[in-house]
């Protein structure tokens, strides 16, 4: 069954440095997507990307957020100058259609850890 | 905006015990509502979604959820629960691009 990867599983960063998180989306999807929970909180939208562009974000992605599709395989989530406050579980997701409207696919996601 | 509020954050149940998670929406128009549910050490996966019709909504793992436009509520339940439905249950409902997640509900079953 295809499914969404993400790396790495767990990274731990110091506060102020960059960090890439990687994502395989499902190979014939077409819309992408980031989330995130922090320890006991809900799972918020970060980001949606379709055709090379941002659909949509939330506020929380700021400038320091950036998403890239380098190839035609990787979906990456950069954080420019890493906050306390960015550690959380970072979701990516895929889907066929719009977000709204079709199922999305979870990858397992990576534990980011600002110490 | 549109919104879903999660009110059981921790159930305990012992096997065999019916479940009942609270879910009630914030109306927005149409409404789109899905339940997720993440295993220990997995990914999010959807047990159903309604989209409209029948209210009553059969999901995977004999998991059902009921729309009730009145209570503005879509309630999962399971009338008999296993060891293995430990797990983390999330409700949501959709932005045109997004979906927007509760805060999810710990569900942890002893045998």
């Known amino acids: 069954e295809p499914e969404v990867t993400q790396t790495p599983s767990h990274q731990v960063t110091q506060m102020g440095q960059e960090v890439i998180l990687r994502c395989v989306p499902i190979?014939?999807?077409?819309?992408f997507y980031w989330y995130r929970q922090i320890l006991g909180q809900k799972v918020e939208f970060l980001v949606s990307?379709?055709?090379?562009?941002?659909?949509?974000k939330s506020e929380i992605f700021d400038d320091q957020f950036s998403v890239e599709r380098p190839d035609g395989s990787n979906f990456t989530l950069k954080i420019r100058s890493t906050k306390l406050e960015d550690s959380a579980m970072y979701f990516c997701?895929?889907?066929?259609?719009?977000?709204?409207?079709?199922?999305?696919?979870f990858g397992q996601g990576t534990r980011l850890t600002v110490v | 905006a549109q919104s879903v509020s999660q009110h059981n954050h921790h159930v305990i149940l012992s096997e065999a015990a019916s479940l009942e998670l609270g879910c009630n929406y914030s109306?927005?128009?149409?409404?789109?509502l899905f339940w997720y549910v993440q295993y220990p050490g997995q990914h999010l996966q959807l047990l159903l979604k309604?989209?409209?019709?029948?209210?009553l909504v059969k999901g995977i793992k004999g998991f059902e959820a009921e729309f009730i436009k009145s209570k503005f509520s879509f309630n999962l339940r399971k009338p008999s629960v296993q060891w293995s439905d430990t797990a983390e249950y999330f409700c949501?409902?959709?932005?045109?691009?997004?979906?927007?997640f509760g805060t999810g509900t710990r569900l942890q079953v002893f045998p």
């Open positions: 997701a895929s889907s066929e259609g719009r977000g709204g409207f079709t199922e999305a696919f």
């Open positions: 190979s014939n999807h077409l819309y």
């Open positions: 990307f379709y055709n090379n562009e941002i659909s949509e």
């Open positions: 109306y927005g128009g149409t409404v789109n």
């Open positions: 309604y989209f409209s019709g029948d209210p």
């Open positions: 949501a409902t959709r932005g045109p691009d997004k979906l927007i």
